[in-house]
């Protein structure tokens, strides 16, 4: 008698997971691409066929309509954000009859109109835009241009001719600012993030208003310091601000890689955290579990926000097909201050010796 089958439906993740692979990977197999080894084009075949995974075929039978073809264009400065966005992205794809197209662009800032220009003349129907290419003008403009549907995905402050997804970058900085003073820091640091993305000055502000509303002086030039999102930045600033004669006894970097990179520069320093040094930072990336402490920090929802950002886009691709385009559309997650072991209550101690 045959048994009958697991009412579960299996994603790209779990083939990657049997496959011991990563779902770029799988998709590059389920995709047909090339540039994928025999044998660990083997092992992800062997792994759809056991879980049986059928993304494409199930995908036509359940939407009855034509594919739609998504682009992504992507640079990995932080490898913590881009590996969830991508599980989130692959993930809501395989089930939504969606065939995605994923571009790596080595430089932000320059030159990521020609991928994006290239995608668009092959027929893409549409582009998901995560940092930094959220706030890029010169992709938004051509975006406009060739009138593509798009989704902004983690824009502080996204442009009104796209859809965007993502969570309020100014009420997170605040909430978290807050809950620093809250538990008695007074001097606190702060490590912007790339200074061309809009969330970095939608964090900084955030951060300045929950000090200037506790009625604390802001001395810039000792309490920030510029990052760019990477762990080598972090280092940069925290060895900055940690340097200063009234150093501060909290430091809020924009996102964990920078707070990781804090909390190694603390360490070669002497301190404790969260002893001598209160360190949190922001996206709640795999990486704020995996350092010594455990990260305090902001999370938002990256996968979830990936798989918002694919929802939008086809909705608004099969409104265009049907001859109803939809208007832009602005989705805000909602985000959550995660306590775990890198902030405490301030420890007075006696002056340091010089």
């Excluded at 809501?92 to 109109?113: P, T």
């Excluded at 939809?326 to 995660?338: G, N």
Aim: with cysteine.
């Amino acid at each position: 008698m045959r048994q009958g089958r697991s009412t579960k439906v299996a994603t790209i993740a779990d083939v990657a997971s049997l496959a011991g692979v990563s779902p770029m990977t799988v998709s590059r197999v389920v995709n047909g691409e090339l540039n994928v080894r025999p044998g660990t084009r083997e092992k992800v075949q062997a792994a759809i066929a056991q879980l049986n995974y059928l993304p494409n075929q199930a995908a036509r039978r359940l939407a009855g309509s034509e594919p739609i073809r998504i682009g992504m264009l992507y640079i990995d400065p932080t490898a913590g954000y881009l590996n969830e966005f991508l599980i989130g992205l692959l993930n809501k794809s395989s089930l939504s009859h969606v065939q995605l197209i994923v571009q790596r662009c080595d430089a932000a800032r320059d030159g990521e109109e020609k991928p994006v220009a290239e995608m668009i003349a092959n027929g893409i129907d549409g582009l998901i835009l995560p940092p930094p290419f959220c706030d890029s003008q010169p992709l938004l403009k051509l975006v406009a241009e060739t009138d593509t549907p798009a989704v902004a995905v983690s824009s502080g402050k996204p442009s009104e001719s796209v859809c965007a997804v993502g969570i309020d970058d100014f009420q997170a900085a605040y909430v978290m600012t807050q809950h620093l003073l809250n538990l008695g820091h007074h001097r606190l640091g702060f490590i912007i993030g790339d200074p061309y993305q809009s969330s970095s000055s939608r964090r900084l502000a955030g951060f300045h208003a929950a000090m200037t509303d506790a009625g604390l002086n802001i001395a810039e030039e000792e309490v920030v310091a510029q990052g760019m999102f990477t762990y080598r930045s972090g280092l940069d600033a925290a060895e900055f601000l940690l340097s200063q004669e009234q150093r501060p006894t909290a430091i809020f970097a924009s996102n964990d890689d920078m707070a990781a990179a804090t909390v190694a520069i603390a360490h070669r320093m002497g301190l404790d955290v969260p002893s001598d040094l209160t360190v949190v930072g922001f996206d709640d990336a795999p990486l704020a579990t995996t350092i010594w402490p455990e990260l305090t920090t902001v999370r938002q929802p990256i996968m979830e926000m990936a798989g918002a950002a694919v929802d939008l886009l086809v909705r608004h691709i099969r409104a265009r097909r049907a001859g109803e385009p939809l208007p832009c559309e602005h989705e805000l997650r909602d985000f959550k201050v995660v306590r775990r072991q890198s902030d405490a209550a301030p420890r007075l101690r006696p002056p340091m010796r010089r």
